[in-house]
């Protein structure tokens, strides 16, 4: 009898282990936020023109074991309408079940939006109630299902931002689904755990014009358990071009100079705005950390920042940037989701050459980007392949090609 009950226990614990994987990799968003040795990035499997094409469960495991190789340790999603998300948490835990070494963490995205968003007339003062509850209770449901890899969830996806005027919502809105997600941590329904926030462009935060700044605001950045906010240098090259455009240019300099000191210049601006966003974070809460929870670049544009307009898009400039991003936001211990693994065609599915559609580090069948040409080198990818094809680098590999893509910023013209 009593090895009969030793057998059950011993199977009770296996089970129990199986399907919350090992203990010693089930870390809290405390432990890796902010944390350099848990690199962060934003990840959408999507491989078709449209998000009606979702990814299989086969697929994005092919995907997770390329962003584990490359050491990437957490990652974001994005919305809870599609079952992309929900299917990634299931092959991330099949995975798991086969392989104790597999470390993954996922901030789950709930989409946020107005009410009539994405018409000709959004009603930016109202939300859309019952597709809001929807996100957030899928949300809770897969915090709940999946404990041991939903550690963050994000209530809306630069929801709050001026801008984006076909969905965004005063912050009084986001900061009432905070405050439910809250409750639900303090009555046990979500792991004690378990980190809130919202993931919302610079200015949202308060790091930008004196419009943004409110007590609802304030209320919110005292209510989450963290600042995860977007900085794109990328697309100021065209909006706010006076950190990129020269103001003269000599031939004779070394281009791959110029363009160095154009994409420092990059990276200052954009930890101008972090610290804009710090300054009025830590005014209202002291103890509140800011993390970026999205920035990136692109690599092709047939648009604003391609070729005749910012010169911006290019993949040996993206190289710089992500090995330049990443190395800043480790010496000041910063977390950055950055934008994206791999290319995604649906963002801009009318135009194949549009810039949101090649922000990823890999291209859609898999090649390998310049930041990770060295990678190819060291074998980091070797038997691991995306849509049956072996991981290669782009350009073949060739850098006096991959130059020849790549173009001087603008020169500044003053108009007298």
């Known amino acids: 009898m009593k090895k009969i009950r030793f057998f059950i226990i011993t199977s009770f614990l296996l089970v129990s282990c199986s399907e919350s994987g090992d203990l010693s990799m089930n870390k809290s968003a405390k432990e890796f936020i902010g944390n350099p040795e848990y690199p962060a990035i934003s990840y959408g499997g999507y491989r078709a023109k449209s998000r009606q094409e979702q990814p299989s469960i086969n697929e994005i495991k092919e995907d997770l074991y390329i962003m584990h190789a490359q050491g990437f340790r957490v990652f974001r999603t994005y919305d809870l309408h599609h079952p992309f998300a929900e299917n990634t948490l299931k092959a991330i835990r099949e995975i798991k079940q086969v392989d104790n070494n597999f470390e993954m963490y996922v901030m789950l995205g709930a989409w946020i939006q107005s009410k009539d968003a994405f018409t000709e007339k959004p009603i930016n003062s109202k939300e859309d109630y019952e597709g809001n509850k929807f996100e957030i209770n899928e949300a809770i449901r897969l915090a709940q299902e999946y404990p041991e890899i939903v550690k963050i969830i994000a209530v809306g996806n630069e929801a709050m931002v001026h801008w984006a005027w076909g969905y965004w919502l005063p912050p009084k809105f986001i900061l009432g689904w905070v405050k439910y997600l809250q409750a639900l941590k303090a009555r046990g329904e979500l792991n004690s755990d378990i980190w809130i926030t919202s993931s919302d462009n610079f200015a949202s935060w308060g790091g930008g014009s004196a419009d943004y700044h409110n007590e609802d605001l304030n209320e919110l950045i005292r209510s989450v358990?963290?600042?995860?906010?977007?900085?794109?240098?990328f697309h100021d090259t065209h909006y706010n071009p006076s950190f990129w455009n020269l103001d003269e240019y000599d031939e004779n300099q070394d281009k791959k100079k110029v363009i160095h000191d154009a994409m420092q210049r990059a990276i200052d601006y954009e930890m101008n705005q972090f610290e804009s966003v710090q300054n009025y974070v830590h005014k209202i809460d002291p103890s509140k950390e800011v993390h970026i929870g999205e920035t990136g670049w692109s690599s092709v544009a047939s648009?604003?920042?391609g070729y005749e307009g910012s010169e911006a898009a290019d993949e040996y400039k993206l190289g710089l940037y992500f090995k330049m991003i990443t190395s800043e936001c480790e010496s000041r211990m910063i977390t950055?989701?950055?934008?994206?693994?791999?290319?995604?065609?649906?963002?801009?599915?009318?135009?194949?050459?549009g810039s949101e559609n090649h922000f990823g580090l890999f291209t859609v069948d898999g090649k390998a980007k310049f930041p990770l040409w060295d990678k190819v080198d060291d074998g980091v990818f070797d038997n691991l392949s995306r849509g049956g094809n072996p991981i290669v680098k782009t350009f073949n590999g060739d850098l006096e090609a991959l130059l020849e893509t790549s173009n001087i910023p603008p020169i500044t013209i003053n108009e007298e």
């Open 336 to 353: 950055c989701f950055y934008f994206s693994a791999f290319d995604e065609p649906w963002k801009d599915s009318s135009n194949e050459n």
């Open 225 to 233: 358990d963290f600042i995860s906010m977007h900085t794109y240098a």
């Open 303 to 305: 648009d604003l920042y």
